[in-house]
């Protein structure tokens, strides 16, 4: 069974990439932080057309498993490891839900600035905490979604909430505030977009 949270991400990101006219470019090589098992890299990859496939994770479990798929796969922590590639390697690096987890955002940042190749492409979701369903949900006095005060019980069931358990998230980020820290390690933003994850 697929995760609606990755259809709907792979479905968003086809269509950016026919709008923006990206989907010409010849992009050869991509790296995945965050690759998990590597299915939903290969899916990635493919509307993304590239030839050779990276990916980054710190779990061995699940690096394992992408390997078997054929991902290139190397083992480093986001929040502290410099990645293991050289400069200007990458045509395209992706990190899907990721850089909420890190309490390093910084580190992941300035590798993925340093790793791309001059006018690379660095495409990046996280949940977005000024949602509108967020607002409304701390006027009502419950926490946002995807947030968390405890990592051993669920504390609050919030309206409108169809999942459980704990995300693990860290730092959550607004448009802007996304946009200033990516614009403070040289990127320029391409394009932003807020999108329903289910």
Known sequence: MRDTKQEETIKVLTSLWKKLFISSLRLKKYLDLGCGDGSFTLRTADV??????????????????????????????????????????????????????????????????????????????????????????????YLPFHYECSIKYSLEKRPLQRTTGVSGHIRLYTFKTLEKHLESYGFRILHSIGYSMA
């Open 48 to 141: 993304l057309g590239v030839e050779e496939i990276y990916g980054v994770d710190i779990n061995d479990e699940l690096l394992a498993k992408a390997s078997m798929r054929g991902i290139r796969v190397y083992k480093a922590n986001l929040n502290t490891d410099k990645l293991p590639f050289a400069d200007n390697e990458f045509d395209v690096v992706g990190a899907f839900e990721v850089i909420e987890h890190l309490w390093n955002t910084d580190n992941m940042i300035s590798e993925v600035h340093r790793v791309l190749k001059q006018g690379g492409l660095f495409i990046l979701t996280t949940p977005n905490l000024a949602s509108w369903v967020n607002r409304l949900l701390l006027l009502f006095g």
